[in-house]
């Protein structure tokens, strides 16, 4: 019997570190080889290492390094910031409504980094967004006169507000589990000694969960070092380059340099490689060393506001208005205009609902949305497939190079999106793998975009696998199942639970991925969120892309909600 | 005397016969075409701008032409464009039968063998408008000037304005600039400003902090949004666009001498298009006098070298500086210098 498992595993086994080469280790190694070449990929030029010499004593590479870091740190402070407050205020306070709260915090998912980024544009532009005209005209009555701004987005500072704007969400959901479970007799036993509410968070609270906030804090700032949207949108007008801009104007801007995307590529996952492992090392000291879920009495302690409820509350609508209302705001208000004004009784006039009706009959918009549907499906659906297979190889059997399977994945978690994007256009431009002819269908990049997802993915099938006790599966290889017959019919139904956790993290990333698609895409090939680029971007038609924008903040809200209540249920069966 | 009138017949003769050999190729072309059916093609011109036809109206008259002929448009814009096209063309997968490229990535299309060589001198298309590379043909000229925001420039001064205003520390922090500045190229020209000075004035442009942007058309709404005062090296066809959509209320324009001039976009049929006749006599039809007095009244941009249009009336009588075919050879290696002293992140 062993012997059968033994052999059927290293078959499978084989199969899948096939896969996983193909997918992150050869495209990777080809990324790095063209990295040391001239020329464009469809006519790569002699061996160099001009490639290198160019990107590192370049002063203005440094600067690059450094507003990323500083726009990956300043995004991560303030979303981290805003997100333990309002986790803390929602798990742990007397704030009013914060059922509803909690619910509506769930709505920025719903909106891409792009539109979130344009519709901040709008509002800020220096010289014509609607908040700098209505600040200047406010000055204006006080005798103050201002020829631009006051503020500008297109900034380093633009670039980290937006950046910190919009992770907060997700940093909630990492962390709200560690505050709802936290050991409450940590906080009582403060108050027994006479502390006060801010004393209590100050010393007890904050430091038992430090290890949930390193790990959010780590995750976040390389979720913004990877970001791509904010820093193309505005910080490219202002000439603020990071490393995912720079490796895209490399490639994509007057005179395309593709070695020299590589060269920086290269950097930037050492980066981001690094990042990683100290995430990983953060989520496993978390994991081993902070047990806060005991079985003595499990209900936190609900703090009273007291006379601070409503200003509580009043600082959560702020902060709604700032990452939802206003937004959504703008964009509706573009959508409705025959060409970009700002808000005046004359434009009133001009208001019509035409370019709905031009999305909703556009064949272009249509087939955009029938090729995110597929992106979607087919890259969330494989990529938790592939990881379940991995993860059941790295955890249920003794297959030799096992682990290297598991840490060549980790390390693939370390790839941004950009890179990886790169590495498939170095790939598939170039023999043999050209002949495949995929560069430019959708397949690229449902691949690349398992490539992307696929470590997140298997880090949850890993624990997911491992909290099902081996005897079930030893039932079913007693009673004469194969191998893959006991983990698809055994262990895959009892892991369904993360199986469909993970199949909605990837489905939710996949559907609003940009960078990727942008990269990889042809016309008629792009999902949506390209297509709304290209209506900002290429053809400059503002209300367009605002109109389609709307429309896909409202299917994504729709979808958000839905998917969490399912998700609720699931498990609740389960 | 007789020789001179010996020599006028034998050009007469070679006249009527290189006519003859051209239609006679020009009705081979018809006839397959006629088989093939359809034509995909894919240019900058935009469909329609402002509710004004414009590639709509091209291929409109292409089928009043060619009624046998199925035109399928789509717009290729920017160079972030063109590099998709390229790179698919690369990789083998071919969608259009005619589409266009930068003069830039014209070394790199011929490296990578994705073109399809014809012969466009030999089908009547002005030699003027083949590429240098005998690749493909430039369907599209460009006149640039410096727009600039009527609200924030008056006309007395916006209508003086010369090239060497955009570099002044008085328009500091109120320029912008296409992130591929086109007519620096034809000014570095020997013949024009030359190296030195254009690098200078492009050293010049970094310290008075130019803004940079990414496209024309963007650039245009922008400055009309008062973002900027003045936008330098604009497109003439950009303006005519904005005026003819009624866009253009608040933008003045002005041809600073001299006036940079370029037989622009390169157009070409791609190695493995499916409908080759059918792309040879789109391309032949529109470089044909019919062709670019259509281009020129949807866009602006016919050829300046077919009297009448508004290019050619408006380089008339002032100072012209062409790009030259042998320095638009060598355009990627001069804008790479001018890049670089403007300090864009476009390094060698």
């Known amino acids: 019997m062993k012997e059968r498992l033994q052999s059927g595993s290293i078959y499978f086994f084989i199969l899948v570190v096939g896969i996983l080469l193909w997918l992150i280790l050869i495209p990777l190694g080809q990324m790095v080889i063209s990295s040391f070449r001239s020329g464009h990929p469809a006519a790569p030029g002699p061996f160099t290492v001009n490639n290198y010499l160019v990107a590192y004593t370049n002063p203005l590479t440094y600067r690059m390094i450094f507003n990323t870091l500083a726009f990956a740190g300043g995004g991560t402070a303030i979303t981290v910031s805003i997100a333990v407050f309002f986790t803390w205020l929602l798990e742990r306070t007397d704030m009013p409504l914060r059922n509803l709260c909690w619910t509506l915090l769930l709505i920025p998912l719903a909106m891409p980094g792009l539109l979130f980024s344009m519709s901040y544009v709008l509002l800020f532009m220096p010289k014509s967004g609607i908040i700098n005209v209505f600040i200047r005209d406010l000055f204006s009555s006080f005798g103050v006169e201002l020829s631009e701004g006051p503020i500008n987005i297109y900034s380093l500072g633009g670039m980290i507000f937006l950046d910190g704007m919009r992770g907060v969400t997700t940093v909630f959901l990492l962390i709200t589990g560690a505050f709802r479970m936290m050991d409450p007799g940590l906080e009582e036993a403060s108050f027994a000694a006479g502390a006060k509410n801010w004393t209590t968070v100050r010393r007890v609270t904050l430091p038992v969960l430090r290890p949930a906030l390193l790990a959010a804090v780590l995750y976040e700032f390389t979720s913004s070092m990877e970001s791509f949207e904010a820093p193309l949108v505005v910080g490219l007008p202002g000439r603020v380059f990071v490393y995912s801009t720079m490796i895209y104007i490399s490639t994509r801007d007057a005179i395309p340099n593709y070695g020299l995307g590589a060269a920086f590529a290269g950097s930037y996952f050492l980066m981001a490689l690094v990042l990683v492992y100290f995430y990983q090392r953060a989520t496993l000291w978390q994991a081993e060393r902070f047990t806060t879920v005991t079985g003595k009495g499990f209900r936190p302690h609900t703090l009273a506001l007291g006379r601070w409820r409503y200003p509580a509350l009043g600082l959560f609508v702020l902060y709604f ?39 909703l009959t556009g064949s272009g918009v249509l087939h955009a949305m029938w090729n995110t549907v597929i992106i979607t499906m087919f890259a969330a659906t494989a990529t938790v497939l592939l990881a379940f297979a991995v993860s059941w190889l790295v955890v249920r059997t003794k297959v030799k190079g096992r682990y290297a399977l598991d840490s060549l994945l980790f390390a693939s978690h370390a790839v941004p999106g950009i890179v990886v994007a790169l590495s498939f256009i170095f790939l598939y431009l170039e023999p043999p793998f050209r002949s495949l002819g995929l560069y430019g269908t959708v397949w690229i990049v449902c691949l690349a975009l398992i490539t992307q997802y696929i470590a997140f993915a298997t880090r949850t099938t890993n624990a997911a696998i491992t909290q099902i006790h081996k005897e079930l599966e030893e039932a079913g290889e007693v009673s004469g199942a194969s191998p893959l017959r006991v983990a698809w019919q055994i262990t895959f139904p009892l892991i369904r639970p993360a199986f469909i956790a993970a199949w909605l993290w990837v489905a939710a990333h996949a559907v609003r991925a940009f960078s990727v698609p942008l990269m990889l895409a042809s016309r008629d090939s792009w999902p949506v969120s390209v297509m709304l680029w290209h209506l900002w971007d290429e053809e400059q038609n503002l209300p367009a892309a605002a109109a389609l924008g709307v429309v896909l903040i409202l299917v994504l809200t729709v979808l958000t909600l839905l998917a969490r209540l399912g998700l609720a249920k699931g498990f609740e069966q389960t | 005397m007789k020789t001179k009138i010996f020599i006028g017949v034998l050009v007469g003769v070679s006249l009527l016969f290189l006519t003859l050999l051209w239609a006679q190729s020009l009705e081979k072309i018809a006839e397959g075409a006629k088989k093939e059916g359809r034509v995909k093609v894919a240019l900058t011109v935009r469909w329609e701008e402002g509710g004004k036809p414009g590639a709509k109206k091209f291929v409109e008259v292409f089928q009043t032409r060619y009624p046998f002929l199925k035109v399928e448009y789509e717009r290729v814009g920017g160079s972030r464009e063109r590099e998709r096209v390229l790179s698919e063309l690369a990789a083998g997968k071919v969608s259009y039968d005619v589409t266009v490229l930068s003069e830039t990535q014209v070394p790199t299309a011929l490296r990578a063998n994705v073109v399809e060589k014809v012969d466009w001198k030999s089908l009547g298309v002005n030699p003027q408008h083949v590429h240098p590379d005998g690749f493909g043909v430039n369907y599209r000229s460009q006149l640039y000037g410096i727009a600039y925001n009527r609200k924030l420039v008056s006309d007395d001064v916006g209508k003086k304005l010369r090239w060497e205003d955009c570099a002044a520390p008085k328009w500091k922090k109120k320029v912008a600039m ?147 075919p042998q320095y638009r050879a060598k355009a990627e290696e001069i804008l790479k210098e001018i890049l670089e002293a403007v300090g864009l992140p476009i390094v060698r």
């Open chain 2, 178 to 324: 296409d992130s591929r500045p086109r007519h620096l190229e034809i000014l570095w020209q020997p013949n024009v400003w030359g190296r030195d000075k254009t690098l200078a004035h492009a050293r010049q442009l970094a310290a008075n902090e130019t803004i940079f942007e990414r496209d024309r058309t963007g650039a245009m709404t922008k400055l009309a949004l008062g973002e900027y005062a003045i936008d330098c090296g604009s497109f003439y066809s950009t303006y005519y666009e904005q005026t003819r959509s009624g866009k253009a209320e608040h933008i003045g324009f002005t041809l600073a001498e001299p006036i940079p001039v370029n037989l622009g976009d390169v157009v070409f049929i791609p190695r493995g298009a499916a409908h080759l006749n059918s792309a040879k006599l789109w391309i032949v039809w529109s470089l044909s006098e019919e062709g670019q007095r259509l281009l020129d009244e949807v866009e602006g941009n016919g050829s300046p070298l077919i009297p009448g249009t508004q290019s050619a009336n408006l380089i008339k009588g002032k100072k012209a500086a062409w790009y030259e």
């Open chain 1, 321 to 359: 208005i700032l990452a939802v209302a206003l937004p959504l705001g703008v964009l509706i208000w573009t959508s409705l205009l025959p060409v970009y004004q700002p808000p005046s009784m004359k434009v009133l006039s001009e208001l019509s609902w035409a370019h709905y009706g031009g999305i």
